[in-house]
C-alpha cells in the first residue's frame, strides 16, 4: 500500500485536478442543492408536512409515480425483446435500429412532446384510429404514460444487451443437453441472469419518468388533481411566487430519486460482479 | 445514463447451433414485436417532426426557420452551448485525471456526487438557482443592489445547461481511463516529460475518442434540454429563448407548423449526434482493447 502510495504520486496534477474538480462540483451541483435544502429547513415542520401532504400535491405524486412505474414496466417488457432480438438474431435494418433506440437520449424533449401530442390528439395518425373506440390518449394519464414509455426506452434495452451479450452459449448448451426445451433453458437458465439488469433498467426508466417534464407538459392536459405531474406542480407553485411550497414538493421529489439512484447502483454493483465472475 | 450505453459486436443466429436458437416462427414473431415497438415509440413521432414541418410547404418551412425570433433563440442556444460544453469538458478531463490516476480516501463518494444531477428532475435543476439568485433567493437581495440579473436572464439559462449537463464528459473518460491504467504516463514522466506535455502528448491522444463521445453527447443535452431552462428564462421572445422554448411558444400559439418547423432542426441535431456516436463507437472499442 505504502510503496503503491509512492508509485501513484509519480504523476503530477493531483492537487489541482481534484482541487479544480471539487471547487466546479460545489458551486455547480453541492451548493445549489444544499440551498434547496437550507430553503426547505426554513419552514416549520408541520408547514412542510401541510404542503407536501396537501390533496392537490398528493394527486400529483399519485399521477407521477402510476404513469412512471406503467411506463417502466412496459419498457422491461418491450426492451427486453428488443435488445433480445439485436443480440441474437441477424435480419435486414438491424443496425439502424440499434442507433434509433438511442433517439429518446438525443431528441429534446419539447419534440418529443409535441410530436406524441400531435400523434394522438383525437384527430391525430393514432388518436384518430383509438377515438371511435372510446379511448383518449392525449390529455390524459395514459398520454402522459405514452410519453414516458418513449423516454424510457433506451434505459431497458442498454442495460440488458450487455449482460444479454456476455451469457455464455455453454450454459445453454448443457441445459440443451439435459434435454431442456427452448422455453425451459429460457425460463430457468437465462432468466434468472437477466433479472438484475432488468431491475436495474426498470429503475432508471422509473426514476427517469418521475422527474420527466418536457415530453410531458405538452400531451397531459395539466389538469389539476387528474393529470398534474409533480414537477409541473411545482413550476405552477413557483409562478404563483409560492417559493417555500414549491420548495417543500422539490425536496420529497429529489428525496425519491436519491433513494432510487442509491437502488441502482447497489444494483449495478451486484450485476457487474455476477459478470465478472462468470 | 450515457454511461449505460454500451457498443456490442453482433453474434450472429448462424453463428449459434439449431438447438440453440428459437423456432423460425418464434424469431420471426420476436422480430416484428420489436419492430412494431421501435416503430410506433421513436419512427413515428420522428416521421411527424417532418410531415407537420413541412405541411405547408417549404417556404412556410423557410419563412419559419428565418424568423428573427427563431434566428435569435438559435444564436442564443449556440451561445449557451458555447460556454457550457467547454466548461464541462475541462472538468471532465480534470475529475477524471484526478479519480483515475491516483488514489485517494472519498473517490466513490465524489463519482456519486458527480452523477447526482442524472437523478435531479430538469425542473428542479432550474428551481435550485432561482432559490439562489432569484429576488426572494440568498443572493437576490445583493443581486438587485448591485443591478446584476441572473434568474430569468442568459446567465441562469446557461447555469442551469451546465447543472444539467455536468457529469456527460466525466461520465465517459472514468471508465476508460480506468481501463487504460498509469503506465503510459509514469513511462513519459520517467523519461523526463513534464505534466502537461505528458497529458497532451500521451494522455490525450490516449482517450481522445472517449472525450469526443462524451463532447457531443453533453452537446446534444445542453441544445435540447428544456425543463430546467424552461424554468430559469424570463421567456422573453427574442431575448432569453432557447430554441426548445421557441417550439414551446410557437405551439402554445397554435403555429404548430413554424413549431415542428424549428423542432425539425433539433431532430436533425439529434441524428447528426447519433451518427457521429455510432462512427466513434467502434473507434472506442479498439482503444479499450489496445490496453
Not at chain 1, 407521477?64 to 435480419?91: E, H, P
Not at chain 1, 389539476?224 to 406542480?233: S, V, Y
Given at each position: 500500500?505504502?510503496?503503491?502510495?509512492?508509485?501513484?504520486?509519480?504523476?503530477?496534477?493531483?492537487?489541482?485536478?481534484?482541487?479544480?474538480?471539487?471547487?466546479?462540483?460545489?458551486?455547480?451541483?453541492?451548493?445549489?442543492?444544499?440551498?434547496?435544502?437550507?430553503?426547505?429547513?426554513?419552514?416549520?415542520?408541520?408547514?412542510?408536512?401541510?404542503?407536501?401532504?396537501?390533496?392537490?400535491?398528493?394527486?400529483?405524486?399519485?399521477?407521477?409515480?402510476?404513469?412512471?412505474?406503467?411506463?417502466?414496466?412496459?419498457?422491461?417488457?418491450?426492451?427486453?425483446?428488443?435488445?433480445?432480438?439485436?443480440?441474437?438474431?441477424?435480419?435486414?435494418?438491424?443496425?439502424?435500429?440499434?442507433?434509433?433506440?438511442?433517439?429518446?437520449?438525443?431528441?429534446?424533449?419539447?419534440?418529443?412532446?409535441?410530436?406524441?401530442?400531435?400523434?394522438?390528439?383525437?384527430?391525430?395518425?393514432?388518436?384518430?384510429?383509438?377515438?371511435?373506440?372510446?379511448?383518449?390518449?392525449?390529455?390524459?394519464?395514459?398520454?402522459?404514460?405514452?410519453?414516458?414509455?418513449?423516454?424510457?426506452?433506451?434505459?431497458?434495452?442498454?442495460?440488458?444487451?450487455?449482460?444479454?451479450?456476455?451469457?455464455?452459449?455453454?450454459?445453454?448448451?448443457?441445459?440443451?443437453?439435459?434435454?431442456?426445451?427452448?422455453?425451459?433453458?429460457?425460463?430457468?437458465?437465462?432468466?434468472?441472469?437477466?433479472?438484475?439488469?432488468?431491475?436495474?433498467?426498470?429503475?432508471?426508466?422509473?426514476?427517469?419518468?418521475?422527474?420527466?417534464?418536457?415530453?410531458?407538459?405538452?400531451?397531459?392536459?395539466?389538469?389539476?388533481?387528474?393529470?398534474?405531474?409533480?414537477?409541473?406542480?411545482?413550476?405552477?407553485?413557483?409562478?404563483?411566487?409560492?417559493?417555500?411550497?414549491?420548495?417543500?414538493?422539490?425536496?420529497?421529489?429529489?428525496?425519491?430519486?436519491?433513494?432510487?439512484?442509491?437502488l441502482i447502483n447497489t444494483l449495478q454493483r451486484w450485476t457487474n460482479r455476477r459478470l465478472r465472475s462468470a | 445514463m450515457a454511461g449505460a450505453v454500451t457498443t456490442v459486436a453482433s453474434l450472429s443466429s448462424e453463428a449459434r447451433p439449431k438447438h440453440l436458437t428459437e423456432a423460425r416462427p418464434v424469431r420471426y414473431l420476436l422480430i416484428a414485436i420489436a419492430l412494431l415497438f421501435i416503430g410506433v415509440v421513436i419512427v413515428l413521432p420522428m416521421i411527424t417532426v417532418l410531415s407537420e414541418a413541412f405541411r405547408k410547404g417549404w417556404s412556410a418551412y423557410m419563412d419559419a426557420i428565418r424568423d428573427p425570433d427563431a434566428l435569435a433563440a438559435l444564436r442564443l442556444t449556440l451561445l449557451t452551448a458555447a460556454i457550457a460544453v467547454p466548461l464541462n469538458t475541462i472538468f471532465g478531463v480534470a475529475a477524471a485525471w484526478g479519480i483515475t490516476k491516483f488514489k485517494f480516501r472519498g473517490k466513490n463518494l465524489l463519482i456519486t456526487f458527480i452523477d447526482l444531477p442524472f437523478s435531479v428532475s430538469p425542473v428542479i435543476s432550474g428551481l435550485v438557482y432561482i432559490l439562489l439568485f432569484g429576488a426572494q433567493g440568498f443572493f437576490g437581495p445583493w443581486l438587485i443592489g448591485h443591478d446584476v440579473k441572473i434568474v430569468f436572464a442568459i446567465p441562469g439559462i446557461v447555469l442551469a445547461t451546465m447543472f444539467v449537463t455536468f457529469p456527460f464528459v466525466a461520465r465517459e473518460l472514468l471508465p476508460l481511463m480506468e481501463a487504460q491504467g498509469v503506465q503510459d504516463e509514469e513511462a513519459a514522466v520517467s523519461l523526463g516529460a513534464k505534466g502537461w506535455r505528458t497529458f497532451w502528448k500521451v494522455t490525450l491522444p490516449n482517450i481522445k475518442w472517449g472525450l469526443l463521445y462524451g463532447i457531443i453527447l453533453c452537446n446534444a443535452r445542453a441544445m435540447g434540454e428544456f425543463g430546467a431552462v424552461s424554468v430559469v428564462s424570463g421567456h422573453i421572445r427574442g431575448e432569453t429563448n432557447t430554441l426548445p422554448l421557441h417550439i414551446e411558444i410557437l405551439y402554445n400559439e397554435y403555429q404548430y407548423t413554424a413549431s415542428f418547423a424549428v423542432a425539425s432542426l433539433l431532430m436533425l441535431l439529434a441524428i447528426i449526434t447519433l451518427v457521429i456516436k455510432g462512427l466513434i463507437e467502434g473507434k472506442l472499442a479498439s482503444s479499450k482493447r489496445g490496453h
Open positions: 500500500m505504502a510503496s503503491n502510495r509512492i508509485r501513484k504520486s509519480a504523476l503530477p496534477g493531483f492537487r489541482f485536478s481534484i482541487g479544480f474538480t471539487i471547487l466546479y462540483l460545489s458551486l455547480i451541483v453541492l451548493i445549489p442543492l444544499a440551498g434547496l435544502v437550507v430553503k426547505t429547513a426554513g419552514l416549520t415542520f408541520p408547514q412542510f408536512w401541510e404542503t407536501v401532504t396537501s390533496q392537490r400535491v398528493l394527486a400529483s405524486y399519485r399521477v407521477s409515480l402510476l404513469t412512471a412505474l406503467f411506463a417502466a414496466l412496459v419498457n422491461v417488457v418491450f426492451g427486453l425483446v428488443v435488445a433480445w432480438v439485436l443480440v441474437r438474431y441477424r435480419f435486414p435494418g438491424k443496425k439502424i435500429i440499434d442507433g434509433l433506440v438511442d433517439i429518446p437520449f438525443a431528441l429534446p424533449t419539447a419534440v418529443a412532446g409535441i410530436a406524441l401530442t400531435s400523434i394522438y390528439a383525437p384527430n391525430g395518425w393514432i388518436g384518430r384510429l383509438l377515438d371511435p373506440l372510446g379511448i383518449k390518449v392525449s390529455y390524459t394519464p395514459l398520454g402522459i404514460t405514452v410519453a414516458l414509455i418513449f423516454i424510457g426506452v433506451p434505459f431497458v434495452v442498454r442495460t440488458v444487451q450487455p449482460v444479454l451479450q456476455e451469457l455464455e452459449a455453454e450454459m445453454e448448451e448443457s441445459a440443451a443437453l439435459l434435454g431442456a426445451y427452448r422455453w425451459r433453458t429460457f425460463r430457468k437458465v437465462l432468466l434468472p441472469e437477466l433479472v438484475p439488469p432488468l431491475i436495474t433498467g426498470f429503475a432508471l426508466a422509473f426514476a427517469r419518468g418521475i422527474g420527466e417534464y418536457g415530453s410531458v407538459v405538452f400531451i397531459s392536459g395539466n389538469m389539476p388533481l387528474k393529470t398534474e405531474i409533480t414537477p409541473l406542480l411545482i413550476i405552477t407553485k413557483l409562478e404563483q411566487y409560492e417559493y417555500s411550497q414549491a420548495t417543500a414538493i422539490a425536496l420529497v421529489l429529489l428525496i425519491i430519486s436519491f433513494a432510487l439512484l442509491l | -
